[in-house]
């Protein structure tokens, strides 16, 4: 399978490509630059495998939830490309694709993303037998302080959501803290990983069904909010 996935959701913009066995990708952290890097990203790998864009099987896309441009880039990006090649498209979330960034035992994981505003995004996670991962929640927007987890013995956290909130997120934690690493974001190689799996599945849908998730309709501050009026 050659497979094309991107990440656009937050401050990391990242494209990988599945070719057979391997995996290779490139990711940077760039706000506001992303529409200027996905495409010579993609590229760029597709020229390492020795492939042309028409040798791709599918797109896989982070959904979000994440930065509301981000998630609306990867999506249309990931939609007309798959509309111009002919392909089906999978959607992941961009916190189950952050989830894998943390170690592989069998603590829970916890992903939380900075959703500004004073919120987060956030969903906990557990390895599965196979690699995979099994949801343990809904993915959420909230304050930190109204985050409700149920108890686990170990905890990973990871995610931006940490690096603003960790000495409000620290109490929800019950058990020991394996690991925090708030300067992790989602990345188009866990993307692809997860989407393989669908596609394997024939879990892959037309461009046209591929729909972010943004858990907010919401994206600015009134002035009245900020304290400004």
């Known amino acids: 399978m050659n497979l094309l996935a991107i990440e656009t959701s937050t401050e990391a913009c990242s494209v990988a ?10 990711s940077e952290i760039a706000p506001r630059r992303h529409a200027e890097l996905v495409l010579p990203m993609a590229d760029a790998l597709l020229a390492e495998a020795g ?17 509301f441009t981000g998630v609306r880039l990867g999506i249309s990006l990931a939609q007309g490309m798959a509309l111009a090649l002919d392909v089906p498209v999978v959607t992941v ?3 189950a694709a952050l ?25 906990s996670y557990r390895r599965d037998d196979n690699g995979g991962l099994i949801t343990l929640d809904d993915e959420r927007v909230c304050l930190p302080a109204a985050l409700a987890l149920s108890p686990s013995p170990a905890w990973h956290v990871v995610g ?4 603003t909130y960790a000495d409000v997120l620290r109490p929800h934690l019950t058990g020991e803290l394996r690991s925090a690493e708030g300067a992790r974001y989602p990345q188009a190689r866990h993307v692809a990983e997860l989407a393989a799996r669908e596609f394997a599945a024939g879990n892959a849908g037309a461009p ?17 909010e900020q304290g400004k009026a």
């Open 17 to 26: 490509l599945v070719h057979g066995d391997q995996v290779i990708a490139r």
């Open 208 to 224: 046209e069904h591929a729909l972010p998730v943004y858990l907010r309709d919401k994206v600015a501050l009134t002035l009245v």
């Open 93 to 95: 979330s961009s916190l």
């Open 51 to 67: 492939l042309g864009r028409h040798a791709l099987d599918g797109i896989a896309v982070g959904r979000g939830p994440g930065a």
């Open 160 to 163: 931006s959501g940490w690096s």
């Open 99 to 123: 989830a894998l960034e943390a170690p592989e035992d069998d603590a829970t994981i916890l992903a939380v993303i900075d959703a500004r505003m004073g919120e987060i995004y956030a969903a």
